[in-house]
Each structure stands twice: as C-alpha cells, then as structure tokens.
C-alpha cells in the first residue's frame, strides 16, 4: 500500500484516507477573462477529482457583480452580512460549504487582481457573523502571470495572508517545483499559454496533492 509520507512524522496508508467520504473542494478563479487562469483552476479541480475522493464545485469571477467593500461596518453593527447585495454571496456560501480552498488569481501590476481582492475584503462580512467560517480549513493558491517572475509569488502570499487571518491553513506544494504554491507562465497567451507551461503545471499539481492530502488526514482527524 502506497503511503503519505510527512515531514511531520506522520506515516499515514492511503487507504486509510480513502474512504466513503468525499474531501468538498471549491475553486475560485479570479479572471475577468476565459484565459489562463480560468482553464488552470478549471485543471486544477479536474486532477483532485480524478485522484481523490473529492466533490468540486468553481466560481469564476467574469462577468459577475462585485463591489467593493467600503467599510461602513454594517456586517459588524447588524451581524447580518453585507450591505451590498451582490455575486459575492454564492462564494460566502461555497467557503462554509468547503473543506479545502483553491483560490487564483491572474497577476495584475505584481500583485492580485482587484476581483480577488474584493472578495477577500468583502469576507469580512461573513467573518462578523461566523469568525470561524474557514476555520483549520486548507487553503491553497494559484497565480499565473504573463511573465516568469511577474509578481506570482506575492499574488500567493497575500491569498496566503487571506487564509491566516481567517484562521484557515495555508499549503504549499513543498520544495522543488511549487514551494508556496501553483505558479504559472501564460506567456500572455491565455489558456494555451498556460497549457504549455509544464514547470508551472508541475507547481499546480505538487500543490493540490498537498492540498488533498492534507483535507484528508484532517478529515481522519475530526
């Protein structure tokens, strides 16, 4: 039997992992665009389903309505969610409902794209009315650039910034080819782009076998 091994010392069969229950992951991708990231976190929930046990759903950003947060306090004087009335609530719902996270982002100026950040913002909304919404929940991050080195991994860490705050655990995809997470080289040319980046593929599937494997043992654990 094939077995997980830990730098953490666990030494955990596979097949204890795997039972009956499924691991609910939820996708995001913060593209305006059907491009490069879109199709890698479309990949990205497509392998976890194919290797684990795992129920998917996504959220794309384009062509929804999100506002800005604008940090009036209604969601910490009313308990009762945002003011604004917007797509943003199909992704509060998605987050309770999850047990691991995927979010992506295109890079935008070195840095998430102002969908993502919006969202992000706006959770402080659901964090007055449940600060455990994501609670020890893990978390993984995706971001693809036009470049090599345009800005991937600080668009990574501050969605790993998100996660900490939140109190969720952010995963990487460990030494040698992901480090902190799925970063990817579109070369400006959008799904094809990414297609073609097999380094960056590398990254993203290094960092959702962590993901899965750690939604498992924590799955185990409960």
Not at 121 to 141: L, S, T, V
Request: aromatic share 10%; net charge positive.
């Amino acid at each position: 039997m094939q077995k997980l091994i830990w730098e953490y010392g666990l030494n955990i069969n596979k097949g204890d992992l795997v039972g009956e229950e499924k691991i609910k992951l939820f996708g995001v991708s913060g593209s305006p665009r059907s491009g490069s990231t879109d199709y890698i976190i479309q990949e990205a929930l497509r392998y976890a389903s194919e290797k684990y046990p795992s129920e998917t759903d996504y959220f794309s950003v384009k062509g929804k309505k999100l506002n800005f947060c604008i940090h009036c306090d209604f969601c910490i004087r009313e308990k009762k969610g945002c003011i604004h009335n917007d797509d943003t609530k199909e992704v509060y719902d998605k987050f309770v409902w999850a047990d691991a996270l995927i979010i992506g982002t295109p890079v935008y100026q070195g840095m998430v794209s102002a969908q993502i950040k919006t969202i992000m913002d706006r959770c402080r909304a659901i964090a007055a009315q449940n600060p455990g919404f994501i609670k020890n929940k893990p978390g993984a991050a995706i971001a693809v650039g036009g470049d090599r080195v345009g800005g991937q991994e600080p668009s990574i860490q501050a969605i790993h910034n998100f996660y900490v705050i939140n109190f969720a655990l952010p995963v990487g995809g460990g030494s040698f080819g992901a480090n902190l997470g799925g970063s990817l080289w579109s070369k400006d040319r959008g799904a094809e782009g990414a297609k073609d980046d097999k380094e960056g593929l590398k990254s993203m599937r290094k960092t959702i076998d962590r993901l899965m494997e750690t939604a498992l043992i924590l799955k185990k654990t409960e």
